[in-house]
């Protein structure tokens, strides 16, 4: 079912609406021919109105009695590495260095010897998994420069799910890997000749490489601190502020995104090569958005991180099946982070929000054993609310002026009914089959796309 150019009224639904996610029975949403939310409310106060008069005896008016099903915001997928679907749960025991280093490691090798058809058809088919879980929104970290980035954008074309793509400028066109260290060399890559001294590295030719990558996406996801030397940092955040100078729109605006921290031998060796941190090195030479994990943060690297009020995409399982920690989540909440979930690498997980929802909430009482700090409203809100704000986008919210991204959850399924607390109850218990339709922009999902 498709809707196009009309405005549309979904009533005698449950839904989540706003900012706190309030629970609004018998709720009503009108979403106009946009794909935008325009009202959210009680479907009796606004059925009295004289603006719903008007909409509802429109014959061009798609009303949708959506009786029996709770709606909440479409998720929002704030990590993951869509492209490493092709290597499902290779070498499951290894350390995080051996399956997921960006120079040397199993995930690069799969990378470099799947042929390109191959691997665009595992990123639609991550897709279409993810769409399927409630996932309207997914922020990638995507590895081969411009190429990489068409490679996604081609899989994914035809599939109704948002990308928000964060790429990596290719500096082994550049520099030579030696020791997870990269030493100048001269480039055979056809965009540039470059043969300057390592200080003059911020040349024209490498600002326009990097403006032409940042026209491709929507800005960089740079693998980690220890694998980027500072002026490999410094690059990145030049090209980012000399392009979103030429950007008046605050939500174009290019953004910068790491891993840090993720686990204590990455800490280890940043402080061994330099004296210092990951987000210590990174937190001024890159000026980063946000960041992804932070398991093994110092206290000196959260305080740091709040007074520059930095965000924090947080990956639980991929952090279990890793053993690289449990994220101090109790810290961060206490010092008011904006929080964020992701899924991450494929390889590691399914791309799945209803899992890492759970996981993240029992584990984490489990830790602290403690209940009080971390409620499921909470966890939820990382998984849609934040997601949007990290991203400043008008996403992962039911209100006025957002858009129409709704998943509609069967209350009478199996596994959920009675629903007493639907916040646990979607956190806790729900998975794809309780999702009965799924709308992008105001526009219900095709079935041809939902495998339920």
């Known amino acids: 079912m498709c809707i196009v150019n009309l405005t549309s009224v979904i009533k005698n639904s449950d839904i989540l609406y706003g900012n706190d996610l309030q629970i609004i ?6 979403v106009n021919n946009k794909g935008i939310i325009e009202k959210v409310g009680k479907t009796l106060d606004i059925k009295d109105t004289v603006y719903y008069s008007k909409i509802i005896e429109n014959k061009d008016t798609n009303v949708i009695d959506a009786k029996g099903y709770l709606i909440i915001p479409g998720l929002v997928n704030s990590h993951i590495h869509i492209g490493d679907a092709i290597g499902k749960d290779i ?16 995930k690069k090798t799969i990378l470099e010897k ?20 409630g996932i309207t929104t997914f922020v990638d970290f995507r590895e081969g420069g ?13 599939i109704p799910i948002k990308s928000f793509i964060l790429g990596r400028f290719d500096f082994n066109c550049f520099y030579n890997v030696q020791n997870d260290k990269k030493v100048l060399i001269k480039s055979n890559n056809p965009h540039n000749n470059i043969t300057k001294h390592h200080d003059e590295i911020k040349g024209e030719e490498i600002l326009k490489f990097g403006k032409n990558l940042l026209d491709s996406c929507n800005g960089f996801g740079i693998s980690g601190a220890n694998e980027n030397e500072d002026n490999i940092l410094k690059i990145y955040k030049n090209i980012i502020k000399e392009t979103n100078k030429q950007r008046d729109d605050e939500k174009e605006r290019s953004i910068i995104a790491i891993h840090a921290a993720e686990s204590i031998e990455a800490v280890k ?11 210590e090195r990174t937190i001024f030479t890159l000026e980063p958005d946000f960041y992804i ?22 990956c639980p399982r991929a952090n279990g099946i890793l053993g690289t920690g449990i994220v101090p989540l109790r810290a961060m909440i206490d010092r008011r982070f904006t929080i964020a979930i992701g899924t991450d690498n494929i390889m590691l997980n399914s791309p799945d929000l209803f899992k890492e929802m759970d996981f993240l909430l029992k584990c984490q009482r489990a830790y602290e054993k403690n209940l009080s700090f971390l409620d499921a409203k909470m966890v939820l809100k990382m998984a849609t609310i934040n997601g949007g ?8 919210c039911i209100d006025n002026g957002f858009q129409a991204d709704l998943v509609f959850i069967d209350k009478y399924d199996i596994d959920i009914y009675p629903m007493h607390d639907p916040y646990m109850s979607v956190v806790h218990r729900c998975s794809e089959r309780a999702i009965k339709a799924i709308m992008v922009d105001g526009k219900f999902v095709d079935k041809k796309y939902l495998i339920n």
């Open 114 to 133: 799947t042929e390109p058809d191959q691997l665009k058809q595992f990123m639609k088919n991550a897709a279409i998994s993810m769409l399927n879980k």
């Open 25 to 30: 029975k018998n709720g009503l949403i009108i």
């Open 389 to 396: 704000k990290i991203l400043n986008r008008n996403i992962g």
């Open 293 to 314: 994990h932070i398991t093994n943060p110092t206290r000196i690297d959260l305080d740091l991180l709040q007074s520059l009020n930095k965000a924090i995409v947080v």
């Open 91 to 106: 070498s499951s025991s290894d350390d995080l260095d051996t399956r997921v280093h960006p120079n040397h490691s199993i």
């Open 146 to 158: 411009i190429c990489g980035i068409n490679m996604l954008q081609t899989a994914i074309k035809d």
């Open 269 to 279: 060796e940043s402080l061994k090569r330099t004296g210092k941190t990951e987000i």
